[in-house]
């Protein structure tokens, strides 16, 4: 059993089962036990996915943790981002509230060169000051 400063496998959790993490997938936003990850890396749907340790999970800053890969209204994964109302939207969101938005690039075009904004250099300097 996970003492208190362990972080469980969510996988494992939802069956009552308390292994610890060792790794995080931010796509999922979940965290995986060894045996949990086999699966995670093995499977069609999620072996692109690139997971980071749970140690280093722990160590970014709250803001980077609160971004959601995924739709609150509809569950589906952010695919596309609507430049008319600036924000990230799934398939689901295309199909109802923005059928008549009309530049709605991929996300994964969007934010390529993110981590070169100086927005980003901004908040990196802000996060890592006293």
């Not at 496998?9 to 045996?35: L, R």
């Not at 739709?71 to 398939?91: D, I, V």
């Amino acid at each position: 059993m996970a003492d208190a400063t362990t972080t469980n496998c969510t996988v494992c959790e939802a069956q009552s089962d308390m292994k610890a993490a060792v790794k995080w997938c931010s796509e999922c936003e979940e965290t995986f036990c060894f045996d949990c990850l086999k699966y995670h890396s093995n499977a069609k749907s999620t072996k692109s996915h690139a997971v980071i340790d749970v140690s280093d999970q722990k160590e970014l800053p709250d803001f980077v943790l609160k971004i959601k890969q995924h739709c609150g209204e509809h569950g589906a994964l952010f695919q596309n981002y609507c430049l008319s109302h600036a924000r990230p939207c799934c398939r689901k969101c295309i199909n109802s509230t923005h059928k008549n938005c009309i530049d709605m690039p991929p996300l994964d075009e969007v934010i390529k060169d993110v981590s070169k904004s100086a927005a980003v250099e901004d908040i990196q300097k802000t996060s890592t000051e006293p």
